[in-house]
């Protein structure tokens, strides 16, 4: 069964600091992964879909990483702001994929202080 | 601005009233999604509709039901809900129900049973 983890649960941060989320999966038969954010009250923006072919993608300040092998994505955040405080979460695909249903761990409350 | 819209934001209903949730986006997609989620927890995948079939239904109970009047809508009516029901209803599509294809999700309906 696919378990899907997140540390640390919440982070606080200076702006400006380049600061890195965790995700981490326990089956490693993955077809993608993917990153999104969430801010409070709202519902799920998608930030980056990695594909399991792929090691990385790049959006803006946005990069994120992914080591099937050893279950492991990361989400890097340069020079972080403010406006990027939010919770983030990362989300796998359930069985073969074909379903369209997602494993999601249970996030990372990030705050940016100015 | 969300190109998945939903109505309305907010909903306060007793446990003895019917009420219905309306989602609904323009991007051509034929996968839309239904989920629920409780605060400070990831979401809860309820129902997925491909091409307007229900294609899963994650065992929730009957009084949650399901409708997909066509590619564009789907709505879920409520009837004798518990409070334990009360969480932020969530409504995502995509192109079609694989997990390679980003879901874009609407802001939600926040409700609350009495």
């Known amino acids: 069964k696919q378990e899907v983890t997140q540390i640390p649960a919440a982070l606080s941060v200076p702006e400006g600091e380049n600061l890195v989320l965790n995700c981490s999966f326990t089956d490693s038969a993955i077809y993608n992964l993917q990153w999104f954010r969430q801010d409070p009250g709202k519902g799920l923006t998608s930030l980056l879909l990695i594909q399991s072919s792929q090691r990385e993608q790049t959006s803006g300040r946005l990069n994120a990483s992914l080591d099937k092998s050893s279950g492991r994505s990361t989400l890097y955040i340069a020079a972080s702001q403010p406006g990027d405080s939010a919770t983030y979460l990362c989300?796998?695909?359930?069985?073969?994929?074909?379903?369209?249903?997602?494993?999601f761990g249970q996030g990372t409350t990030l705050q940016v202080k100015p | 601005d969300t190109e998945v819209t939903q109505t309305p934001k907010h909903l306060v209903m007793g446990m003895t009233n019917k009420k219905s949730l309306k989602c609904e986006q323009h991007m051509g997609h034929r996968a839309m999604y239904w989920y629920k989620q409780k605060a400070k927890k990831p979401p809860e995948l309820m129902f997925v509709?491909?091409?307007?079939?229900?294609?899963i239904n994650e065992s929730v109970p009957s009084r949650f039901s399901p409708e997909c009047p066509n590619s564009s809508l789907l709505n879920l009516h409520l009837h004798a809900l518990q409070p334990e029901d009360s969480a932020l209803y969530l409504c995502a599509s995509s192109q079609v129900s694989i997990s390679n294809q980003p879901q874009h999700f609407g802001d939600g309906t926040r409700l609350s049973i009495l």
């Open positions: 509709y491909s091409y307007e079939k229900l294609s």
């Open positions: 989300a796998v695909p359930h069985g073969s994929g074909n379903t369209g249903k997602l494993i």
